[in-house]
């Protein structure tokens, strides 16, 4: 099959190919990049992925999106060896099965075993390899100042930002930069960020906020002529190769949680920006057989309130959580899912009457702030997900009960956004009360990552020790490493960008 892109707000036929839909990462249009079909897998083929390799079933699941003319199969194997060849666990993505041994069917999807202990690796690990290999094929035979280059540059306000590090270093003719507020981001955030000694990888410590970075970010990405100099390239969620690299988990997630038996499976996912969610989705309408998706938000619930109003609106201000990775105020990828929502309750099918309504939505929820779907679009939703909301004493509440009451293993510690996604697991788990269903919660980050959240709601317990219970040793190290950062003295575009120019110059990019 081959397989091409569209924007969700394209009223055209036009399709791309999948390597400008990954360089380029939002569509011109100011839409979201998705298959212009859904690769379909039926029972017999699933029967055969069930005793695949992590490795061996994303060969398979990508094989569907990305056509062998653009990526030869060999190449595509050898692209996602290489990707989790950084992983600490052999199965990748392993599942912790029945954590409380209590006949719950709780298991954990522990995907925090990446090279920086956050599951941003599973997805950047192999956007970064994916880059590399397209701007080698471009650039072979080329001069040096003929070269085509990738300028990743993205903020942080302390999680995500070394996933991206660790995504793009080393990778030829890429360098990354990540802008972050100076003195705002935890320590252990800015040790894994700045101790990363390749020559391709710039951290920029700016005096401002988290916002003032983003805006920067942001001006960046808008300005014209910088981006036609360095080809400016995002690693931000919506870009269309992360969702497609998280799609594997789900598939090998339950085939470990079946195991042959005629069980149903929900996933329940913390969710931000919806990208993690969304993979499930997608391995969903290919035909896994997942009984519910259900989405676990914090307290900025514009998800939750949307499934369960069908108002998508803004609030003000985002809330400061225990579970900062999941504070925002819109959802980027939630386009993606609207799409297909308008698509099959609105427009009849229609791609082209869905782009439509996709872009009035959204030209209302930056005139008004918020937009309405009908009753009939939610009762569709409520099809593939379910939502629950949980509050930060929930969060450490839960951290609290799963130290006492595991059993495989004991004391299992959970990180504050893991905590979100088991607290609204235990309550499915307590609706549902069907002993038939199993329920995989989705582990988005190790607990070191989160020190001040975990102590928190452990410190109290006799016997607990952060530094032993907790504490990986290879993180213990880097406090030891050298940092390489750069201080930027104030928050301003023009002189983020002068810092850039400078940076590629000493890099040999520029
Ligand atoms: C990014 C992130 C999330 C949220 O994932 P989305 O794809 O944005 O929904 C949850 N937990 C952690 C630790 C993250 O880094």
Same mark, same amino acid.
């Given at each position: 099959m081959s397989q091409s892109y569209r924007s969700t707000r394209s009223s055209a036929k036009e399709t791309q190919s999948f390597e400008k839909t990954i360089i380029q990462g939002l569509?011109?249009?100011?839409?979201?990049?998705?298959?212009? *079909?859904?690769?379909?897998?039926?029972?017999?083929?699933?029967?055969?992925?069930?005793?695949?390799?992590?490795?061996?079933?994303?060969?398979?699941?990508?094989?569907?999106?990305?056509?062998?003319?653009?990526?030869?199969?060999?190449?595509?194997?050898?692209?996602?060896?290489?990707?989790?060849?950084t &992983?600490?666990?052999?199965?990748?993505?392993?599942?912790?099965?029945?954590?409380?041994?209590?006949?719950?069917?709780?298991?954990?999807?522990?995907?925090?075993?990446?090279?920086?202990?956050?599951?941003?690796?599973?997805?950047?690990?192999?956007?970064?390899?994916? &880059?590399?290999?397209?701007?080698?094929?471009?650039?072979?035979?080329?001069?040096?100042?003929?070269?085509?280059?990738?300028?990743?540059?993205?903020?942080?306000?302390?999680?995500?930002?070394?996933?991206?590090?660790?995504?793009?270093?080393?990778?030829?003719?890429? =360098?990354?930069?990540?802008?972050?507020?100076?003195?705002?981001?935890?320590?252990?955030?800015? *040790?894994?960020?700045?101790?990363?000694?390749?020559?391709?990888?710039?951290?920029?410590?700016?005096k401002g906020t988290f916002d003032n970075c983003q805006d920067i970010v942001k001006a960046i990405f808008g300005d014209?002529?910088?981006?036609?100099?360095?080809?400016v390239g995002a690693v931000n969620s919506i870009n269309w190769a992360r969702i497609l690299a998280q799609m594997t988990y789900y598939f090998y997630a339950y085939f470990q949680a079946i195991k042959g038996a005629q069980s149903k499976v929900k996933f329940v996912v913390p969710s931000g920006n919806f990208g993690d969610i969304l993979a499930g989705y997608y391995a969903r309408k290919m035909g896994l057989p997942v009984e519910r998706l259900v989405i676990a938000t914090n307290s900025n619930d514009i998800l939750d309130r949307f499934m369960k109003t069908g108002v998508y609106e803004r609030s003000d201000d985002v809330a400061a959580t225990l579970s900062p990775a999941m504070d925002i105020l819109v959802s980027s990828n939630f386009e993606r899912l609207l799409w297909y929502l308008a698509r099959d309750v609105m427009a009849s099918g229609d791609d082209q009457k869905a782009g439509e309504i996709l872009n009035q939505w959204f030209v209302?929820?930056?005139?008004?702030?918020?937009?309405?779907?009908?009753q009939a679009v939610i009762k569709a939703a409520l099809v593939d997900f379910d939502s629950e909301r949980v509050s930060d004493p929930e969060t450490k509440e839960t951290i609290k009960e799963i130290y006492q009451?595991?059993?495989?293993?004991?004391?299992?510690?959970?990180?504050?956004?893991?905590?979100?996604?088991?607290?609204?697991?235990?309550?499915?788990? =307590?609706?549902d009360n069907d002993s038939n269903i199993q329920y995989i919660s989705l582990s988005t980050a190790h607990p070191a990552k989160f020190a001040e959240a975990v102590n928190d709601a452990l410190s109290e317990f006799e016997g607990y020790? &952060? *530094?032993k219970d907790v504490l990986p040793d290879e993180l213990k190290k880097l406090s030891t490493l050298e940092k390489k950062l750069k201080f930027v003295e104030k928050a301003d575009i023009e002189l983020v960008k002068r810092t850039i120019e400078e940076e590629l110059v000493k890099m040999g990019l520029f």
């Amino acid at each position: 099959m081959s397989q091409s892109y569209r924007s969700t707000r394209s009223s055209a036929k036009e399709t791309q190919s999948f390597e400008k839909t990954i360089i380029q990462g939002l569509a011109s249009d100011g839409g979201l990049f998705i298959p212009s *079909e859904i690769p379909q897998v039926d029972a017999e083929t699933l029967e055969k992925w069930s005793s695949l390799s992590f490795q061996e079933l994303a060969l398979e699941i990508m094989k569907l999106y990305i056509s062998n003319e653009e990526i030869p199969e060999n190449d595509l194997k050898e692209l996602i060896q290489r990707s989790y060849s950084t &992983f600490r666990s052999s199965e990748v993505t392993p599942l912790a099965k029945d954590i409380t041994g209590n006949g719950e069917h709780l298991h954990v999807l522990e995907l925090y075993h990446g090279p920086t202990y956050a599951f941003k690796d599973v997805a950047l690990q192999f956007v970064g390899n994916l &880059f590399e290999y397209f701007l080698q094929r471009a650039n072979k035979d080329l001069p040096q100042e003929q070269r085509k280059k990738i300028t990743v540059v993205g903020a942080t306000s302390g999680d995500t930002g070394s996933a991206a590090i660790y995504g793009m270093r080393g990778k030829k003719d890429v =360098s990354v930069f990540i802008l972050y507020p100076t003195g705002r981001i935890s320590p252990i955030q800015e *040790e894994q960020m700045t101790t990363v000694p390749d020559k391709n990888v710039q951290t920029l410590s700016v005096k401002g906020t988290f916002d003032n970075c983003q805006d920067i970010v942001k001006a960046i990405f808008g300005d014209v002529e910088f981006n036609k100099k360095h080809n400016v390239g995002a690693v931000n969620s919506i870009n269309w190769a992360r969702i497609l690299a998280q799609m594997t988990y789900y598939f090998y997630a339950y085939f470990q949680a079946i195991k042959g038996a005629q069980s149903k499976v929900k996933f329940v996912v913390p969710s931000g920006n919806f990208g993690d969610i969304l993979a499930g989705y997608y391995a969903r309408k290919m035909g896994l057989p997942v009984e519910r998706l259900v989405i676990a938000t914090n307290s900025n619930d514009i998800l939750d309130r949307f499934m369960k109003t069908g108002v998508y609106e803004r609030s003000d201000d985002v809330a400061a959580t225990l579970s900062p990775a999941m504070d925002i105020l819109v959802s980027s990828n939630f386009e993606r899912l609207l799409w297909y929502l308008a698509r099959d309750v609105m427009a009849s099918g229609d791609d082209q009457k869905a782009g439509e309504i996709l872009n009035q939505w959204f030209v209302q929820l930056k005139t008004e702030g918020k937009f309405v779907v009908d009753q009939a679009v939610i009762k569709a939703a409520l099809v593939d997900f379910d939502s629950e909301r949980v509050s930060d004493p929930e969060t450490k509440e839960t951290i609290k009960e799963i130290y006492q009451s595991s059993q495989n293993p004991k004391n299992y510690i959970l990180d504050p956004h893991t905590a979100v996604g088991v607290c609204a697991t235990k309550r499915q788990i =307590s609706k549902d009360n069907d002993s038939n269903i199993q329920y995989i919660s989705l582990s988005t980050a190790h607990p070191a990552k989160f020190a001040e959240a975990v102590n928190d709601a452990l410190s109290e317990f006799e016997g607990y020790s &952060f *530094e032993k219970d907790v504490l990986p040793d290879e993180l213990k190290k880097l406090s030891t490493l050298e940092k390489k950062l750069k201080f930027v003295e104030k928050a301003d575009i023009e002189l983020v960008k002068r810092t850039i120019e400078e940076e590629l110059v000493k890099m040999g990019l520029f």
